[in-house]
């Protein structure tokens, strides 16, 4: 049984990592062309704007913290692989995810994204061959 921080501490770090890097990345366009971008992505990303380089850098450095936390597990793990919260939603579901949704509902995979460890998480209840699966002879 291994227990690592909790997701929402993943999450926040991931999020200000993320969002920064995405609002920077656009603020060109966002400044000169704002309204070609949809109400999605404008929620999802324009409240980056508010973080600043500390939080970055604190956020970077938090990030950092828990890579060496991960790496000690995979020394003395050969694999960590986290329950499955059952099957994703439908690709159609994505767009009716909101800034708030978006904001406070971390996943599993936010673990594995923030430390860049490997990731593993199979369908569950599903025998190999229903969940896409396939062993290689």
């Not at 939080?55 to 970077?60: N, S």
């Not at 579901?93 to 998480?121: D, E």
Request: hydrophobic share 40%; proline share 7%; aromatic share 8%.
């Amino acid at each position: 049984d291994v227990r690592v921080r909790s997701l929402h501490e993943y999450y926040a770090v991931r999020i200000l990592l993320t969002e920064n890097e995405l609002f920077a990345r656009h603020q060109h366009l966002l400044r000169d062309r704002a309204g070609d971008f949809g109400d999605h992505y404008l929620g999802r990303t324009l409240a980056a704007c508010l973080f600043t380089a500390s939080d970055y850098l604190a956020a970077q450095r938090e990030r950092r913290r828990m890579i060496e936390e991960i790496d000690a597990l995979h020394h003395r793990y050969d694999a960590l692989i986290p329950t499955g919260s059952g099957p994703a939603p439908h690709m159609s579901a994505h767009r009716h995810i909101g800034a708030r949704q978006k904001w406070s509902s971390p996943s599993m995979g936010t673990v594995f994204s923030v430390t860049g460890a490997p990731a593993l998480a199979p369908a569950p209840g599903r025998p190999p061959a229903a969940s896409g699966w396939h062993a290689n002879p």
